[in-house]
């Protein structure tokens, strides 16, 4: 994945790490993954230049009602925090985290909101969590799962999610190329330029995200 990544990615391009964490995560061992991801990111700094630039983020597991490590793996230099819940949860218990998390100062990102029932039962309820002040972030992986992709495709098409991330975790994983641009963009009314430049860049900014659906980004053909 690594070393295809200068002539796949646009340059200009920023990638951003985000190893999973879970609420219940000792300190320690938090300390430990941040410090490996950060090693990580400096040595793909060194490789690729002033070509592609690195963050160090994550991806946080809650679990129970522990909303530890969100300092920890919040985007940089902003309050906006990728979270995921275990895909039984139920709609109110999702209410209930993010809420929670809105009170203390952060910003929700949603991540993979197509595994969830609550989603996939009724997806307008994105349109409630983004007037919260949620994001929401399809994988690209959920697209090669049969028991994703059909939702994954439809947030993607009716602008229900704010971004597109590869979510790759192995080299044979999903990136953000152009092979994937094409795809996408053979279904999604939403441009890929809006799902991974525009949008992403007002989180890299730490702005709000517009509500959704996208209706104001719907492509012209
Ligand atoms: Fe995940």
Redesign the pocket.
């Known amino acids: 994945m690594i070393s295809s990544m200068r002539d796949r990615l646009e340059s200009g391009s920023t990638v951003v790490f985000t190893p999973?964490y879970t609420s219940s995560m000792g300190d320690m061992v938090v300390a430990g993954k941040r410090r490996i991801s950060i090693q990580f990111q400096k040595q793909m700094e060194e490789k690729f230049k002033e070509q592609i630039s690195f963050l160090s983020a994550g991806?946080l597991?809650l679990r129970g009602s522990s909303l530890k490590h969100m300092e920890e793996v919040r985007y940089p230099g902003t309050g906006w925090v990728?979270v995921?819940f275990d895909t039984t949860v139920s709609w109110i218990e999702t209410l209930i985290q993010l809420k929670r998390i809105l009170r203390k100062g952060y910003y929700p990102l949603i991540?993979?909101p197509e595994?969830y029932r609550w989603c996939r039962q009724n997806r307008n309820r994105l349109i409630k969590l983004s007037r919260m002040g949620c994001g929401s972030v399809v994988?690209a992986?959920s697209l090669r799962f049969k028991k994703y992709a059909a939702a994954a495709r439809g947030l993607l098409t009716d602008g229900f999610c704010h971004c597109l991330c590869s979510?790759a975790h192995s080299p044979k994983d999903l990136i953000l190329d152009n092979s994937l641009k094409d795809r996408i963009q053979g279904f999604s009314t939403v441009p890929w330029s809006v799902l991974t430049g525009e949008l992403p860049e007002l989180i890299l900014n730490d702005m709000k995200l517009p509500e959704l659906p996208l209706i104001t980004h719907r492509k012209s053909r």
């Open positions: 999973h991806e597991m990728l995921e991540a993979h595994r994988s992986r979510d």
